[in-house]
Structures are given as C-alpha cells and as structure tokens.
C-alpha cells in the first residue's frame, strides 16, 4: 500500500534554532496538508496546498513558518526561531480525491529544549 | 469558524459489544466528514468517511451516520475486537472545488476494548 513518508521521524532542536521537516507524499496526490499535534490534544491545521500554491492557512502559520516544494514533488514545512510550544507531532498529508486528507505521514516528533 | 465536539473523551466495551461516538459540528456549510483512527506513535488513519448528501455509510463493522438538520454525525462499531483499541478523531470541513481546505477535529475518544 503506497504510503506518506515523513522524515525525520524525530529531532530535537534548541530554542531559537531552524527547523525543516521533510514530507514526500504518493506519487498521484494532488491535495497536501500540513498539521500538528501537541501531546495528548487534538490535530491542527497548519496550511494546505494545491495546484502548486499555498491553498489555505490557519492563523497559526504565521510568519514563522514556510512551505515548499523544492523538486515539485516533495514538500519541506520550515519553523524559523523555533519556540518551546512549538514542540508537537507534525504530519503531513495527501489525498488524490476531491480535497480529502485520505492518507497520513507517520509523522515528525519536533522537541524545543 | 468551524468548531467540532466529540464525545466521550474515553470509552471502555468488552470485546463483542458495540461502541459509538458522536461528534456534533457548528458550520452549517460543512459537507465532509471523516473519521480517523490513531494507534500510539502514529499518524491517524482514514477509516470512513461520508459527505453531506449521504445519510448513512457502512464499512464491514464500522459505520456513519450524519443528521445535517442537528449538525451531528456517529461512528459505529459493531463485535468490537481488541485491535479496535486506539484514540478515534471525528473531523469536518467545507470542501471547496479547486481548493484544499481545512479539517477541523474533535477531541478524540480513547477507545479500548477489553477481553
């Protein structure tokens, strides 16, 4: 079964530092999804893409946040100055259906210390 | 903006019975809603879904069902097994054509089913 991979799996990071976190979806999505997850709370949506654009985002992905596509097929989410609250489980995920997050990435574990 | 409310929080059936959870939605605009099931250190999962021009969807031992008048919609499962013991997320959206809009989730019900 194709699946979404996310890597890495886990980083920890020092306040203040950069952090970029790597998606590559299936092959035949069309619709992308960035949310976390902070511990034991419910998932949030960070911004969505189609059509290779930023499609929508929530008022948590400010100024301090940034997507890309850098070879057109994979997706990195980018936190600058990272935060102590910044630490959550990100996921990526895609659908090839109408607008539909059909398939989740396991995830990136991001620890601020 | 959309706001969606799940309950229970937490929900204990022994192994066979059925277990079901609810979650309401306050976007009357809201025409998809899907449920997600996530087991520890991972990702949710898609395990039904249902859009608002359907009343009622089934899937083996899980189904959904959707009241747009009330704004509310239900998960089943039927001869609960203990591999159904995971957190299980309701979630909801206005998909827009052309656009890949937000999901927004509910809290989520710790599910555990005991021999």
């Known amino acids: 079964e194709p699946e979404v991979t996310q890597t890495p799996s886990h980083q920890v990071t020092q306040m203040g530092q950069e952090v970029i976190l790597r998606c590559v979806p299936i092959?035949?999505?069309?619709?992308f999804y960035w949310y976390r997850q902070i511990l034991g709370q419910k998932v949030e949506f960070l911004v969505s893409f189609y059509n290779n654009e930023i499609s929508e985002k929530s008022e948590i992905f400010d100024d301090q946040f940034s997507v890309e596509r850098p070879d057109g097929s994979n997706f990195t989410l980018k936190i600058r100055s990272t935060k102590l609250e910044d630490s959550a489980m990100y996921f990526c995920a895609g659908g090839d259906r109408e607008n539909t997050e059909a398939f989740f990435g396991q995830g990136t574990r991001l620890t601020v210390v | 903006g959309e706001n969606v409310e799940q309950h229970p929080s937490t929900l204990s059936v022994q192994e066979g019975d059925s277990a079901v959870i609810k979650c309401t939605y306050s976007d009357s605009a809201s025409n998809y809603f899907p449920w997600y099931k996530q087991e520890l250190g991972k990702g949710p999962q898609l395990i039904i879904d249902?859009?608002?021009?359907?009343g009622e969807k089934k899937d083996q031992r899980i189904a959904v069902t959707l009241n747009k008048t009330a704004k509310h919609f239900s998960l089943h499962i039927t001869e609960t097994q203990p591999e159904d013991s995971a957190v299980y997320f309701c979630?909801?959206?206005?998909?827009?054509?052309?656009?890949?809009?937000?999901?927004?989730f509910g809290t989520g019900t710790r599910l555990q089913v005991t021999l």
């Open positions: 249902i859009r608002s021009n359907v």
């Open positions: 979630a909801a959206k206005w998909g827009r054509p052309g656009t890949a809009s937000k999901l927004t």
């Open positions: 092959s035949n999505h069309l619709y």
